[in-house]
């Protein structure tokens, strides 16, 4: 495509160039190599490309290459300490998510051993307070059943008396002693049954 | 009206040569176009002293500037070539900028472009030429010369084979320096015969002043676009050497 537009356009002038020609004026001066300055042209040409090269090979494009290295160098190191910074941080976040496990492990046992302990306390207390309960309700249960059997001995003398009463008025005789005993046991233990 | 009165058009005279800076100039041939390459060489170096002056590590435009034409064909030195193109770095880079300073310049008014002296392309591309075929005998010796025979072609075609390549190596240098020379006159010779046809209606009268907008807003036109072509075949210029010299250190 390039070859064809250059082609096209080299037709173009040398037609352009030709029609001028034969209007009886010179061709190309491009072509002219008689003429002088043609062939020094070239030759200053020579000595300013080549000075032009050596200029940018020794001189320019160094500069160029220093600054774009130093850039570079720059951009690497500013990777290299934010790479090194966000280990830190990362190591410094983990250490930091650790703790914070560490402290909530603790202050949960803490609250575990804490709750176990009341619990405890608790635990005992009920204990000894049953303890005194159940000695106080056997206090007061001994205390009933000693008040109840002297109650009872109370009954059975009475009962005993006013059965012998009874009998000597009614009998007219002193029962004996231990009969009076026994019916009055039997029903007393009748009634309390 | 008589043929000489009417201005004619001189679209090649833009091309002449004359000597430049005054007696020296006379007494050495020194040429306006020679004048015009070291304005372009001073630009060049000036680009690179002034913009990497500052040295920033955050460019300003001119350093900016000046780091992406390096840039530029610093990658294109090694895409192309590999990683021996760095050597020829420098003279790619030379040529570059010689070339797209010689056709940029050329498109100012009252100055002389002189990548449209095809004795000036042609040295250019002799240069190369000569580069690439050097750097390939330096290379591989002897064994450079099995490039104008492919390997893996039948022998029986080695008659035919042979001339067509060794033509169409040699026609490296015609094609490479024809293509920008003719590009650059047949833009200047288009430039020329427009703005003549403006100034040749606009000395017929009122009407012609109206029919000279059409030649001129070509003008305009053709102005971005040579632009276009200026950019365009330095780049061809600078990346065809590249691949030149990658067949000369690679051979194929």
């Given at each position: 495509m390039r070859g064809i537009t250059s082609l096209a356009s080299l037709a173009f002038t040398l037609t352009t160039s030709a029609a001028f020609a034969a209007e009886g004026k010179r061709g190309m001066p491009q072509l002219d190599v008689a003429n002088p300055l043609i062939t020094s042209q070239v030759v200053w040409m020579a000595i300013i490309f080549f000075a032009l090269y050596l200029l940018l090979s020794r001189w320019g494009l160094p500069k160029v290459e220093l600054v774009l290295k130093a850039r570079a160098a720059t951009i690497a190191g500013d990777l290299d300490a934010a790479r090194a910074a966000k280990v830190l941080s990362d190591a410094a976040r983990d250490e930091m998510m650790s703790a914070t496990q560490k402290a909530h492990a603790a202050a949960q046992a803490q609250v575990t051993a804490a709750v176990d302990q009341a619990k405890a306390e608790a635990a005992a207390q009920a204990v000894t307070a049953n303890a005194r309960l159940d000695r106080q309700l056997a206090e007061a249960e001994s205390r009933i059943a000693a008040a109840r059997a002297s109650a009872v001995d109370a009954l059975r003398e009475v009962a005993t008396t006013a059965t012998v009463d009874v009998v000597a008025r009614l009998a007219g005789f002193a029962p004996d002693q231990a009969v009076i005993n026994d019916a009055v046991g039997r029903a007393l233990t009748a009634r309390a049954a | 009206m008589a043929a000489e009165e009417l201005p004619s058009i001189d679209a090649l005279g833009q091309f002449e040569l004359t000597t430049s800076l005054g007696a020296f100039g006379r007494s050495v041939n020194f040429t306006q176009s020679n004048t015009m390459m070291l304005i372009a060489s001073a630009l060049v170096l000036g680009m690179l002293y002034f913009g990497m002056r500052p040295k920033a590590v955050v460019p300003g435009r001119l350093q900016a500037l000046a780091e992406m034409g390096y840039e530029f064909i610093y990658n294109m030195c090694s895409d192309q070539i590999g990683h021996e193109g760095r050597r020829f770095f420098p003279f790619v880079f030379t040529l570059f900028f010689f070339v797209l300073m010689g056709n940029l310049l050329g498109l100012l008014p009252y100055s002389f472009t002189y990548t449209s002296h095809i004795v000036v392309t042609f040295a250019l591309a002799a240069a190369v030429i000569v580069l690439t075929t050097v750097v390939a005998l330096y290379l591989h010796g002897w064994k450079f010369f099995t490039y104008f025979f492919p390997a893996g072609a039948p022998k029986m075609l080695a008659?035919?084979?042979?001339?067509?390549?060794?033509?169409?190596?040699?026609?490296?240098?015609?094609?490479?320096?024809?293509?920008?020379?003719?590009?650059?006159?047949?833009?200047?010779?288009?430039?020329?015969?427009?703005?003549?046809?403006?100034?040749?209606?606009?000395?017929?009268?009122?009407?012609?002043?109206?029919?000279?907008?059409?030649?001129?807003?070509?003008?305009?036109?053709?102005?971005?676009?040579?632009?276009?072509?200026?950019?365009?075949?330095?780049?061809?210029?600078?990346?065809?050497?590249?691949?030149?010299?990658?067949?000369?250190?690679?051979?194929?």
């Open positions: - | 008659p035919l084979i042979i001339p067509v390549e060794v033509i169409s190596y040699l026609s490296r240098p015609v094609s490479l320096s024809i293509r920008l020379f003719a590009n650059m006159v047949a833009g200047h010779v288009m430039f020329e015969v427009f703005a003549s046809f403006v100034v040749m209606l606009a000395a017929a009268g009122t009407l012609g002043v109206v029919g000279a907008i059409g030649p001129l807003a070509l003008n305009v036109v053709l102005v971005g676009f040579e632009l276009l072509v200026a950019a365009l075949q330095a780049y061809v210029f600078a990346i065809l050497t590249c691949i030149y010299l990658h067949d000369a250190v690679h051979l194929h």
